[in-house]
Each structure stands twice: as structure tokens, then as C-alpha cells.
Nanobody, 127 residues
């Protein structure tokens, strides 16, 4: 069983920065595929970013590429999402997700590929 706990959400102004953290349980965290997704009111959950475990390969949604950075610290069992140049359309609940398998590029962008989810953290960007 894997437990994920997100932190770091809150209110930020347009153009500001915020860093989300996701702490994971499990002794084999270094082998988990990790992802960030978000869900705005009235919208479906969408992919934001993912990172593989083997080579720390990263994937990003077009809407955040160049502004967001996903990273992981296997020694701390933590994955991060650094968000810069935030826009009002980035407002959503952000969820951390994990899977014990190695995910390919396409799989990593699909919510159904992940077996474990955090409770979510709200990010609000004011205009």
C-alpha cells in the first residue's frame, strides 16, 4: 500500500511561483512512477507532469511546459512540482499520483494508469 500526502498549495498572484510537495510511503519509492494531475471546478482531471523512476525522464502537458518543473528526491520519498509564471487558468486542485510500474510516455499522462492518489491540494491564482 502506498500513501501520498500533498502540501504546498494556497493562494498566489498571477506571475507568482509555488512549489508543491508529495510525500510517499513505501520502501521502494525510487521505483515508483510519479505524476501530478489537476482538476478545476466543472472540468475533468487533467495531466500536468510525470517523472519516471529509472532515468527520471519527465513529461509535461503543453499548457505547463516551460513553466512547471517536476522533480523527485528518492532519499526523502518526495516528488515536487515547481510552478512558475502562474496564471489564473492554473487554478485547480492538484493531485499527486503514483504507480509501482514503469510507465511509458502515453501511459504516464493517463489518470487510469496510476493506482495511488493523494488527497489533493488547492492552488488558487488570483488575477
Amino acid at each position: 500500500q502506498v500513501q501520498l500526502v500533498e502540501s504546498g498549495g494556497g493562494l498566489v498572484q498571477t506571475g507568482g511561483s509555488q512549489r508543491l510537495s508529495c510525500a510517499a510511503s513505501g520502501r521502494t519509492f525510487s521505483t515508483y512512477a510519479m505524476g501530478w494531475f489537476r482538476q478545476a471546478p466543472g472540468k475533468e482531471r487533467e495531466f500536468v507532469a510525470a517523472i519516471s523512476w529509472r532515468l527520471a525522464t519527465t513529461y509535461y502537458a503543453d499548457s505547463v511546459r516551460g513553466r512547471f518543473t517536476i522533480s523527485r528526491d528518492n532519499a526523502k520519498n518526495t516528488v515536487y512540482l515547481q510552478m512558475n509564471s502562474l496564471k489564473p487558468e492554473d487554478t485547480a486542485v492538484y493531485y499527486c499520483a503514483a504507480d509501482v510500474r514503469s510507465l511509458g510516455r502515453y501511459e504516464a499522462t493517463m489518470p487510469q494508469s496510476y493506482d495511488y492518489w493523494g488527497q489533493g491540494t488547492q492552488v488558487s491564482v488570483s488575477s
